[in-house]
């Protein structure tokens, strides 16, 4: 399946980091949400932010670490919100649910343009970027190679389904 003549992307937070989004007019990665005082609650799993910040370099990008990026995802349902609702997962030590959590979508190139026209580097991967199973690339061209029939899909109970659905950008 080829991917969307224009793809979105989507990014998650708890609606009490909007203020800080807005004062400062930026989404940060966790490398750096973790070097302030960060206002607001964190939503992800601290194993995983840890592993993002400190073990995993992007191939397309050796000295860049995946936690130095945002993360966003190609569907606006992710296995991570999905986490969220269900709040049964032992690694998460946020319980609030989904209510509180406010979805961001925006336009894949237009993104991928800024980035690039401010110096700033990005890539896709075709799973979760947090394991340590995923290829990535600095192309957009490479959306080709992500599996858009998995990240499109309703249902995820398959593994193959599962790990391609996390691609991100």
């Known amino acids: 399946m080829l991917p969307p ?7 998650i937070l708890h609606y009490d ?4 989004l807005l004062q400062d007019g930026f989404l940060y990665s966790d490398a750096i949400i973790s070097s302030r005082a960060p206002s607001g609650t964190a939503i992800g ?3 995983i932010k840890q592993r993002r910040r400190n073990e995993l370099i992007l191939s397309s990008h050796p000295d860049l670490y995946v936690g130095a990026c945002v993360p966003f995802y190609y569907c606006p349902r992710s296995i991570m919100l999905y986490m ?3 709040g049964n997962d032992p690694g998460l030590a946020y319980g609030g649910g989904q209510a ?9 190139q237009s993104v991928s343009y800024w980035a ?3 110096g700033k580097r990005w890539a896709i991967t075709n799973g979760n970027a947090g394991s340590r199973y995923f290829d990535d690339y600095s192309s957009l061209a490479n959306l080709s ?3 858009w029939q998995a990240i499109q899909a309703r249902q995820w109970n398959q593994a193959d389904i599962k790990e391609a659905k996390q691609s991100e950008f």
Do not use: C, D, G
Not at 5 to 11: A, G, L, M
Not at 100 to 108: A, D, G, R, Y
């Open 5 to 11: 003549s224009k793809p979105r992307i989507y990014h």
């Open 17 to 20: 980091r909007l203020q800080s």
């Open 45 to 47: 799993m601290s194993t």
């Open 84 to 86: 969220l609702h269900m």
């Open 100 to 108: 509180p959590i406010v979805h961001l979508e925006f336009e894949l």
């Open 116 to 118: 690039t026209k401010a």
């Open 145 to 147: 190679l992500l599996n």
